[in-house]
């Protein structure tokens, strides 16, 4: 299985902070990766796939990057909204393996 | 417009079956490239894939719990059924059906169903 490691597990960010979470595939994954979000009691929302498109209907304040092992999603300005857990996912191979997550709390 | 919905127990006990079943509108799954997978997520933990069926009767399944698990569809009944043999208090999780969206060869979970809790216990 391809391991997901993401980096930090938490951060605590204020509005309008500029947010940078990383996601470490243990191979290569070319550009197989997925950014999902995901709120308490809620299912995961799609956020970015392909490393960089931005899923219709999902603010461009969400940008992803990134290919081969290394990859990153970025915040540019929180929104309130924006205080959720994070996840990446990797669908080069089955298992489609995600990360452990990054929960965003407000400082 | 596409929606998905989990079905099945609330509760069972260990060493039952769990059957679960994910009923979706908006898409055939006779339709090629079209796919549906399974996730779990455990309280408070991370989530985990569990299952993926294709179109063509194509099926991934999570290598450590391959020997348990079996995905079906029915495309008449626009539905996709998950079972699980030998259920384990450690199997207690919301489990999420959702549709696999596929851009050229990237693929991804671009819509899910609100998840149904399962707990095993005695």
């Known amino acids: 299985d391809i391991q997901m490691t993401q980096s930090p597990s938490s951060l605590s960010a204020s509005v309008g902070d500029r947010v940078t979470i990383t996601c470490r595939a243990s191979?290569?994954?070319?550009?197989?990766l997925n950014w999902y979000q995901q709120k308490p009691g809620k299912a995961p929302k799609l956020l970015i796939y392909?490393?960089?498109s931005l899923q219709s209907g999902v603010p461009s304040r969400f940008s992803g990057s990134g290919s081969g092992t290394d990859f990153t999603l970025t915040i540019s300005s929180l929104q309130p909204e924006d205080f959720a857990t994070y996840y990446c996912q990797q669908s080069y191979s089955t298992p489609w393996t995600f990360g452990q997550g990054t929960k965003v709390e407000i400082k | 417009q596409i929606t998905l919905k989990e079905s099945g127990p609330t509760l069972v006990k260990p060493t039952q079956t769990l059957t679960l079943t994910c009923t979706f509108s908006g898409f055939s799954l006779s339709t090629s490239g079209v796919g549906v997978g399974w996730i779990r997520q455990p309280p408070g933990k991370a989530l985990e894939w569990l299952a993926l069926?294709?179109?063509?009767?194509?099926?991934h399944y999570s290598p450590s719990l391959k020997s348990r698990l079996t995905i079906t569809k029915d495309t008449s009944k626009n539905q996709v059924v998950l079972t699980m043999t030998n259920m384990d208090p450690v199997d207690t999780a919301t489990y999420y059906c959702a549709h696999l969206a596929v851009a050229g060869t990237y693929g991804s979970f671009d819509i899910w169903g609100q998840g149904t809790m399962v707990t095993v216990s005695s």
């Open positions: 069926i294709y179109w063509d009767d194509d099926k």
């Open positions: 191979q290569s994954i070319n550009i197989y």
């Open positions: 392909a490393a960089s």
